[in-house]
């Protein structure tokens, strides 16, 4: 099981990493995928006879169960905005978002400087 989930993995990298390339072709075989998913679903429920409600009922509980409901929904990043209280993307001023790419370089600059500090500590160590 395990050399078919490698073997599937590693094909999907190949694939994704040919395909982003071409991202109109991508996003087209993307949505084909995602159209021919839900038509199977939809069979399997008309097969199974569930009624609209049934259908519901067994959605809201497979979502529940799983923890995707709410990020399926409504997304991962408009809870953390909202925790946060910050303003949506589209709200953002052009400033607002410059300020803060400026401020995620200067991490990354700073992380970069930390980085290099503790690989030459660790240079200095003895080996183990």
């Known amino acids: 099981m395990k050399g078919i989930m490698k073997f599937f993995?590693?094909?999907e990298d190949?694939?994704?990493?040919?395909?982003?390339?071409?991202?109109?072709?991508?996003?087209l075989i993307g949505g084909v995928g995602v159209?021919?998913?839900?038509?199977?679903?939809?069979?399997?429920?008309?097969?199974?006879?569930?009624?609209?409600?049934?259908?519901l009922v067994t959605s809201v509980v497979l979502l529940l169960v799983t923890g995707l409901l709410v990020s399926v929904f409504i997304g991962d990043q408009i809870i953390?905005?909202?925790l946060r209280h910050e303003k949506k993307l589209a709200e953002k001023t052009e400033t607002e978002v410059?300020?803060?790419?400026?401020?995620?370089?200067?991490?990354k600059k700073e992380l970069k400087v930390i980085s290099d500090k503790l690989e030459k500590i660790e240079q200095r160590l003895p080996p183990r």
């Not at 190949?14 to 996003?27: E, K, N, Q, T």
């Not at 679903?41 to 199974?48: H, R």
């Open 98 to 107: 410059e300020e803060e790419s400026g401020a995620l370089a200067n991490v």
């Open 9 to 11: 993995d590693r094909l």
């Open 35 to 55: 159209v021919l998913f839900w038509r199977g679903v939809w069979y399997i429920a008309d097969g199974l006879d569930l009624s609209a409600v049934g259908s």
């Open 80 to 82: 953390i905005s909202g």
């Open 14 to 27: 190949r694939i994704r990493g040919a395909l982003s390339h071409f991202p109109i072709i991508y996003g």
